[in-house]
């Protein structure tokens, strides 16, 4: 049956902090939706359970509507085509493997991980396409005579292995694949949980999404896609690729070159309208080549087909001078005076800095020259204060890039664990303490006197603190020594 209502969706993983991709992305979905008068669905992707936490998924939902959207059905609002996180769809992904395999469309694979790694090994020494070579697809017995004696199992796709896939990209036109580069999929995991492939095309038949708006990453995964949706019989939605978010390098965004979490510009004081307005320019362009323009104007604007192919440059020179014009353009002074009291004067914020500082202060003039660091994105810093004695540069190099890993992952982000983080680097790297806890105060605070170095790490957040660690890492792999 052809699809009675335009529904669209964003689906992201909650396996760390809401990146700029998900905004970027949600936007197109949510203003196709509005414009066609059809509805914007949020379906957290949470299979990755070693990885994804609750945390995660509330800054998911905090974030997109900090940016302006608002989703129909979701898991904090429910729906009728519930329910919206994948781990709570494990019976409904069991139900549909076993029809596939039922119909002879997938099969059960004991391949152990040696033997993976075996196979790939080998393919690579004799120059041939990586990738799984079938070897459990007619072996059906012996499969399942190894499971009923503890075997560990996958189940994989039945790929064909000639002729062509097709499928149409609402923005590029025809793309082609030939089946022999479409090796078989993994679509059920050996724990239970079902792989990305499965889960979504599932999901989305089941949530009767219309349109699949996402980024050109997946292109290469849509032909098995396709091939999925042709196992169960199913109608398929219409595709379109987005293009990529490009540093000015023209290389993919990413946090080791640019801050890429939307927490650490809500964060950094950006409007969220000069957000959304810089998200719509990456792509697309209106009519009248107008700049700023508010979510309303772009979803009654907006035409998938009118999206650009060229690589969009994820600017932040373009995107403050945009947040700029947006406070001196569309706020009042009454505007700028409340903005200025939550990002700065915010009395939560205020009162964790306040202790940390009361009793080196005089009077409310000593305050800011003491505690600027607290309420600036960019302070000075001198990239040689990541040199180690006794240590090459590249040595540093390595040892801040395992601090800013740290800070990426540590949980939670509290003095403790920042504390113990920092103690394991120390360790780790059988160095002193004052090799790394004052280099990491100057590159946070740009000062040698500061309040303790591992509260105030927490007061600041993750957002600037890594930030600030990644550009100073930046800066001194620049330096000649």
């Not at 509507?65 to 992904?93: C, M, T």
């Not at 398929?236 to 987005?242: I, N, R, S, V």
């Not at 979803?299 to 020179?317: C, H, M, N, T, W």
């Not at 001196?328 to 004067?345: G, I, N, P, W």
């Amino acid at each position: 049956m052809a699809f009675e209502r335009v529904r669209t969706r964003i689906a992201p993983s909650p396996t760390g902090d809401p990146h700029v991709g998900t905004g970027y992305i949600a936007l197109y979905n949510w203003a196709f939706a509005k414009k066609m008068g059809g509805d914007f669905l949020l379906r957290i992707e949470d299979t990755d359970q070693s990885r994804s936490s609750k945390q995660s998924e509330q800054a998911i939902f905090d974030s997109l509507r900090w940016l302006g959207f608002d989703w129909a059905e979701g898991p904090d609002v429910g729906g009728p085509k519930g329910p919206y996180r994948q781990s709570e769809r494990l019976s409904i992904y069991a139900e549909h493997i076993n029809a596939l395999v039922e119909k002879g469309a997938a099969y059960k694979c004991t391949c152990t991980s040696e033997r993976l790694a075996e196979l790939r090994k080998r393919q690579m020494s004799l120059k041939q396409p990586t990738g799984y070579d079938g070897h459990c697809r007619n072996r059906a017995e012996e499969v399942e005579e190894e499971i009923a004696n503890g075997a560990a199992h996958v189940v994989r796709l039945k790929t064909p292995k000639d002729g062509e896939t097709r499928f149409i990209d609402g923005i590029r036109g025809e793309v082609v694949w030939k089946n022999e580069e479409i090796d078989d999929q993994v679509l059920l995991k050996s724990d239970g949980f079902p792989t990305y492939h499965l889960a979504n095309i599932v999901d989305d038949h089941l949530m009767e999404i219309s349109h699949v708006i996402r980024g050109e990453e997946w292109i290469s995964s849509t032909p098995k896609h396709v091939l999925l949706y042709d196992a169960f019989g199913w109608e398929k939605p219409a595709f379109f690729h987005l293009p990529l978010l490009r540093n000015t390098d023209k290389t993919k965004v990413s946090k080791r070159k640019n801050p890429v979490s939307l927490g650490y510009f809500q964060e950094a004081g950006y409007l969220p309208e000069a957000m959304v307005n810089f998200f719509g320019l990456m792509a697309f362009s209106f009519k009248d080549e107008r700049e700023m323009f508010s979510l309303e104007d772009f979803a009654g604007e907006l035409e998938l087909e009118r999206i650009s192919l060229g690589g969009p440059v994820f600017d932040l020179k373009k995107l403050l001078w945009l947040n700029g014009r947006y406070l001196r353009e569309q706020k009042s002074a009454e505007d700028v005076v409340q903005y200025l009291q939550t990002q700065l004067f915010d009395t939560a914020y205020l009162s964790k800095i306040v202790p940390l500082i009361q009793d080196r202060v005089e009077k409310s003039e000593d305050f800011f020259p003491y505690a600027d660091f607290f309420f600036a994105n960019d302070i000075n810093l001198d990239p040689a204060w990541l040199q180690i004695a006794d240590k090459t540069k590249k040595e540093s190099t390595a040892v801040f890039e395992s601090i800013a890993e740290m800070l990426d992952t540590v949980k939670p982000f509290d003095p403790e664990s920042i504390g113990a983080g920092l103690k394991k680097v120390v360790h780790d790297n059988e160095l002193k303490p004052k090799h790394v806890f004052m280099p990491v105060r100057l590159i946070i605070t740009g000062k040698k006197g500061s309040p303790p170095l591992f509260d105030t790490m927490a007061v600041l957040g993750r957002e600037r603190c890594r930030y600030r660690m990644r550009r100073a890492i930046a800066a001194f792999k620049k330096m000649k020594i």
